[in-house]
Every structure is written in C-alpha cells, then in structure tokens.
C-alpha cells in the first residue's frame, strides 16, 4: 500500500532543496537587492494570485480592516527581510548567511514570549544560546575582507529578526488562507518596493531578467505552492529533519559554484547554529492543516519545528 506521506515529502524536500538555491540565483542575477526583492515579489504575487483564483480561494474571503492592516504590517517586515538577506549575500557568503538566518525561529520564540505572553522552556534558552554563541564564532572568524565580511553576518542576523517578526504577525493571522496572506504580502512588497527602481533598477540584461523570472516563478510561487500542500501533513520531526536540506544545498552551492572555503571556526559556527535552531521540539502543539514556511510560525523555512506557515 502506498505510503500517504511519500508525496508530501517529496514536495517538502523540493520546496527546501529549492530554497537552497535562492542566493546563487540572486547573485547569478546581478542586480541589487532592493530590485530583486521587487521581482520576486511582483512574479511571485502575480502567480499567486492566478493560483489562488484558480483555486477559488477568494470566494467568501472577507478580510477586516485588522486582517488587511496586519497582512501589510507582515509584507513590509517580510520584503526588508530579504533586501537585507539579499543583501549580506554578496558581503559574507550564500552558506554563511542562509546558517546565520537560521537563528530566526529562536528569535520568535523570544517575540512570543515578550508579546504573547507564551512560557519559553529552558530547552529553548539552551538552544538559542548554543545558536548566538555559533553566530559569535562565525564573527570571530570574519577580518573585514573577502569572502566573509562582519557586515554581511550582521545583515543575515538582521534579516533574521524581521522574519521573525513577520512570522509573529502570521501568528494572528492563523484564520487566513496561507497563499491568501502571501498573495498580499507580495503585493505590498511591489508596491513598496517599486520606487526603489530609480536608485536601484532592474537589469538591463536579458540573462539577468530571466534570473529573476525564475526566482519569482519557481523560488517563489512554485515553492510556496509545494510548501503550502505539503507541511501540514508530515509529521514534525520529519520537517525538522528534510528542512536540513535548505542550509545543506545552501552551502553545497556555495562551495561548488562559488568557490567558497569553510574555515573551521566557520563550520564550527554553522553547526552549532543548525544543531540549535533546527532541532525538533519535544511536546510541541499538534499540527495544523492550515501551516504553511516553516515552523513555529514560520520560518524561512526552518524554525523550531511546530509547523507554521511558510514565507522564505
């Protein structure tokens, strides 16, 4: 008898494989941040709301002004997030700053905490100092010159803690329709963004254009469409597990088509990291049909592993 987890393990391995793959695909493109967080979230939106059409997932969808307010509150938090991801892949490395991002689950375990009042275990404190304390050694091991720079890692961090914030949002937003919420986020972000283009415009080149129409399309409308349809029905700890696959193919790339070297207080620091923030929970919450990016609300898209809905 077929196993019925077997297809959305293969959509949620593709969907992290691909993720994998963003930053060579934003350096590949040669345009500066701010213009390819615009394509991607103009590409990605436009197919996502053809998606969401095409679904009927507008019908009977009646957001509040509260619901309209927090989704747009969210897009801005998650488009700065990747000019500044974007942004510290060109200052540090591709694996480096995908490791360093991963501290953005602990981080919101902190945000629920101070906001929601949620109770943090000591299994969680222990995690995120073993996280920070890998992010110190990566530092330590940056001397302000190529291929790793200080500012790239702190751009990563920072970008960590605006998804952790977008994340916090999506976690008042549990009664939406995943692709719903990141429909609007993306086209918050365009609308945002779209000044940015007479600073910082789009590739003259057709070769660059094409880069960033695969990432709108592929990295983004086609991974969250797989995240979406299959994070809700494997269990946690085999998201846990398959979201490996993200840092992993993250610095594969980095190495091989980048030529990047890990030194070993690098690869010391980015375990520790990975150990910390991608560990399954023990005792977490059942898991819900309607999560979607990662867990723990979020992740893009590895967090503490009670499945939430995507966003990467």
């Known amino acids: ?49 053809v998606w969401c059409l095409a679904r009927g997932y507008f019908r009977g969808w009646h957001p509040t002004r509260r619901d309209l307010l927090l989704a747009a509150l969210g897009g801005v938090l998650l488009v700065a997030n990747w000019v500044l991801l974007f942004t510290s892949y ?11 991002y991963h501290t953005q689950p602990l981080i919101l375990v902190g945000l629920a905490a101070a906001f929601l009042g949620e109770k943090v275990a000591k299994t969680h404190l222990a995690r995120a100092g073993v996280a920070f304390a890998g992010v110190v050694v990566i530092s330590l091991s940056a001397h302000g010159g190529q291929p790793v720079r200080f500012a790239g890692i702190a751009l990563a961090l920072g970008a960590a803690v605006l998804y952790a914030g977008t994340s916090f949002v999506a976690k008042q937003l549990t009664h ?21 283009l007479a600073f910082t415009p789009l590739p003259h080149s057709v070769p660059g254009l094409l880069w960033l129409v695969l990432l709108g399309t592929v990295h983004t409308a086609v991974m969250y469409v797989l995240m979406y349809a299959s994070i809700g029905k494997l269990p946690t700890t085999t998201v846990a597990l398959l979201s490996y696959l993200y840092p992993v193919v993250a610095v594969v790339v980095d190495v091989l088509a980048f030529g990047h070297r890990l030194s070993w207080p690098e690869g010391l620091g980015m375990l520790a990291v990975l150990a910390a923030a991608l560990a399954p929970q023990r005792g977490g919450r059942p898991r819900s049909r309607t999560t979607g990016e990662s867990v723990t609300r979020g992740s893009d898209p590895c967090g503490t592993r009670t499945p939430a809905r995507p966003r990467r």
């Open 1 to 49: 008898m077929r196993n019925p987890e077997t297809r959305p393990v293969l959509q949620w391995s593709a969907a992290m494989a691909l993720s994998g793959t963003i930053g060579a695909v934003v350096l590949e493109s040669g345009a500066a941040a701010p213009a390819v967080a615009f394509a991607r979230c103009l590409v990605g939106g436009v197919l996502l709301v």
């Open 90 to 100: 060109a200052l540090s490395s591709i694996g480096v700053s995908t490791v360093v």
């Open 176 to 196: 939406v329709r995943p692709h719903l919420l990141a429909a609007v986020q993306l086209a918050v972000g365009t609308v945002l963004l779209a000044p940015a």
